[in-house]
């Protein structure tokens, strides 16, 4: 089914009466979870930093052999809202403007014999690419002489070809199927080990990976146990730190990282790390002390948000300790669902994602993209990358129920429709890179 489309500025009525409501047909993918699947976390995940929902959780999903997804199943009864963009984003930043998407054999692989209107989307609207998995841990290193670099290459290639540069996403992360099992209770030396597993990665890709989240969420303050703020990973106990130190694999890994390649932008990364005061002190005792080392060049927001949490001061005051610092801030994986079960309490129903709602949505995304452009000057921006293209792939749907048990077919948190339609969203971020006032118009 074709939806018509007429130009955004002129046409928030006329949308409104043109919806349609889209054809479920040949939805048989599921929503996204990856090769294989672990949720790492709740995200920016309650309503205030003391009530943490299940923060750590650890379901997997099968594999999936689909080479690629094709339309949704989730259009609300209203059927996708589209706008027809007169503007290609990423041309109206003088930053990374960067998606993350699926490849290999992941479902919505931008690689898949039916991707190429996927592949034009990206290359329309976005200048960076993140692999949402297939750059982790135990992709590229599965056994400690084995690194598998095939499936992240055709990605970089493809990124390089069109004009677009590559995030790598991520060197050392915690969960137990992204970590290769040879690092579990290693016994020899874990210092050199380490320091090769980011040296050859690295090395490898060169300069067409211009950055790293050399380490990704190190902090973990919602266990009771451990109570000194850090995630008791397999890292972590190679070297417990002492009182008050920070643990010491994640100056070895970026220092590891700067040695090989001091031209890339290197990066800590976690979620939760703004509105919650622990959380972004946490990541900032890591900023400082590798600071002090003169081995990080910038700290990564995740922002797996909400329509309402956290408030824009949040943002704004999190992005704003890092400038004081002279670091950059890049927007790592920001999506904005327009549902938050972990509010406390039953997790609240899917809403309809009516036109309300998507304007609503329009105004949040151009309010969190004028923030990051107020608070971070134009030399300190690292990035502004969405963790997912369309709706449907995004992860937030496995997340959600793997956290809290309640299904949501859907959750909108980003820029384009299943159909690859493009969103009022879309227009809310293009308004606050062009400078202009975050309206509902
Ligand atoms: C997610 C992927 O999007 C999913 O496909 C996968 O099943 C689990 O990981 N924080 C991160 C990302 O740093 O690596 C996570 O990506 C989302 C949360």
Known sequence: MTIPKIPYRFSTLATALLTVALTACGSDSDNG???????????????SSSTSASSQTSASSEASTSSEASSSSSASSEGPISIEPDFQLSLLADFPVGVAVSAASEPYTIFGNNAQPRRDVIVEHFSQLTAGNIMKMSYLHPEEDRYTFDDADELVNFA???GMSVHGHALVWHPDYQVPNFMNGYEGDWEAMLTDHVTTIVNHFGDTVVSWDVVNEAVDTYSSNPSDGWRHSVFYNYEPPAEGEVPPYIEV???AAHDAKPELDLYYNDYDNTANADRLAKTLEIADHLDDKGIIDGVGFQMHVYMGYPSLDAFRNAFQEVVDRGLKVKVTEL?????NPYGGGEPPPQPDYDMELATAQKVRFCEIAEVYLETVPAELRGGFTVWGLTDDESWLMNQ???ATGAEYD???PLLFNA?????????GVADAFNGEPCSAE
Do not use: C, I, R
């Open 33 to 47: 979870g990856g090769a294989s699947s672990q949720s790492s976390q709740s995200s920016e995940n309650a309503s």
């Open 419 to 427: 159909d690859l339609s493009a969103k009022p969203a879309l227009q």
């Open 160 to 162: 390089q070809t069109n």
């Open 400 to 402: 959600f129920e793997n």
């Open 335 to 339: 999506d904005v669902a327009v549902v």
């Open 253 to 255: 890994a970026f220092q």
């Open 410 to 412: 859907d959750v909108w």
